[in-house]
């Protein structure tokens, strides 16, 4: 099976204090499935995120940007397994 391939868009030329939450959620999902992604971090000036219309804090799996709140939701369903319900709660 092909490693989903996951792009990390973060903004360029601001004070990283102002999307740290955002990164810090990002990454905590992301590092669960680490085994199991093709993960990138790039900015959001780089040829990648012009190339796909994306800037600031962006995530993108498979070339589609994906709301982080429906992040591990996401990866979960690429990789064939179910969201527990402790989770959805």
Known sequence: MKKPKVEVFS??????????????NVWDILMKYK????????????S???????GGQTVVINGE??????LEQTLLKLLGKTLPIGDVL
């Open 11 to 24: 903004p360029v030329g601001v004070c990283g204090c102002s999307f740290a939450t955002w990164i810090d």
């Open 35 to 46: 085994d199991y992604l093709e993960i990138e971090s790039l900015t959001s000036d780089s």
């Open 48 to 54: 990648r995120a012009h190339k796909l219309g994306v």
């Open 65 to 70: 940007s994906i709301p982080v709140f429906l």
